[in-house]
């Protein structure tokens, strides 16, 4: 699993204007309808709608520890649309036997904040929990109504 050393630290240059992601105007609508979604804890940038957490191997949220001693708190979810992937796919030291994995970043602010796993049959986020934010209601909602 990826090291400290892994994560960007410099945001890549941009030669066009950002496009959405796909799965970003789903993620825009849950949160003007008041659906729960997660955020970059970082930008606040929408990362996915919290319905979309799953369970793998019996849980959604697992802790983990990479080969420098690095402990990682992670949610899965099926889909983060908010993410974009990085890098090389590896099998090395995986936390989820017979899975790839793949560094994922925030879309917004290149904020590492966690890992695609992708193996024959399944595909699934890995996302780390300190670097995200779950609201109930969009960031502008005026909690007194």
């Not at 050393?5 to 949160?31: I, K, M, T, V, Y």
């Not at 992937?85 to 030291?93: A, D, I, N, V």
Request: proline share 7%; with cysteine; charged share 20%.
């Amino acid at each position: 699993m990826p090291s400290g050393a892994c994560w960007l630290r410099d945001a890549p240059e941009r030669s066009e204007p950002s496009r959405p992601a796909p799965g970003l105007e789903q993620l825009e609508a849950a949160q003007t309808k008041r659906q729960p979604v997660v955020l970059c804890a970082s930008c606040r940038a929408l990362v996915a709608a919290s319905r979309e957490r799953i369970e793998v191997n019996g849980c959604h949220s697992h802790v983990f520890v990479n080969p420098e001693g690095v402990i990682y708190r992670i949610r899965c979810f099926a889909r983060a649309p908010g993410v974009a992937r990085l890098g090389q796919e590896s099998s090395h030291w995986t936390w989820f036997a017979g899975f790839l994995w793949q560094v994922c970043i925030c879309r917004a602010c290149f904020e590492q904040l966690g890992w695609r796993f992708r193996s024959a049959d399944a595909t699934f986020y890995a996302l780390i929990a300190e670097r995200l934010l779950e609201l109930e209601a969009p960031l502008d909602a005026d909690p007194s109504h």
